[in-house]
């Protein structure tokens, strides 16, 4: 398993933006299908996006598409979230997660998690 570090959380204001981060140490960090998930107070952690070992592939929750954009790399083990146009309702915290394989995006699914860093945005 790769071990993950989550940072770039803070406070912004609807409508922002920002970068999360994710550092993975590990020499397996490759192989890796790498998760960003969430978790609002009260509420369950959900599934945001994936991104392949490559890269080649990615794959949104609806609620995030088109405003948040997951990239990957792997020369620097180092996973990304950028969001853009954020609202309210994407206050949460965000975890980081990898996976070998591909297939459902299920928590069950990923093996490694960080330990999350908070987004707060202000309406």
């Known amino acids: 398993q790769v071990q993950l570090v989550e940072s770039g959380g803070g406070l912004v204001q609807a409508g922002g933006s920002l970068r999360l981060s994710c550092a993975a140490s590990?020499?397996?960090?490759?192989?890796?299908?790498m998760g960003w998930f969430r978790q609002a107070p009260g509420k369950e952690r959900e599934f945001v996006a994936v991104?392949?070992?490559?890269?080649?592939?990615?794959y949104y929750a609806d609620s995030v598409k088109g405003r948040f954009t997951i990239s990957r790399d792997n020369a620097k083990n180092t996973v990304y979230l950028q969001m853009n146009s954020v609202k309210p309702e994407d206050t949460a915290v965000y975890y980081c997660?990898?996976?070998?394989?591909?297939?459902?995006?299920?928590?069950?699914?990923?093996?490694?998690w960080g330990q999350g860093t908070q987004v707060t945005v202000s309406s």
């Open positions: 997660a990898g996976r070998t394989g591909w297939g459902n995006f299920e928590l069950a699914d990923f093996g490694s």
């Open positions: 590990g020499r397996t960090f490759n192989n890796y299908a």
């Open positions: 991104i392949s070992w490559s890269g080649g592939s990615t």
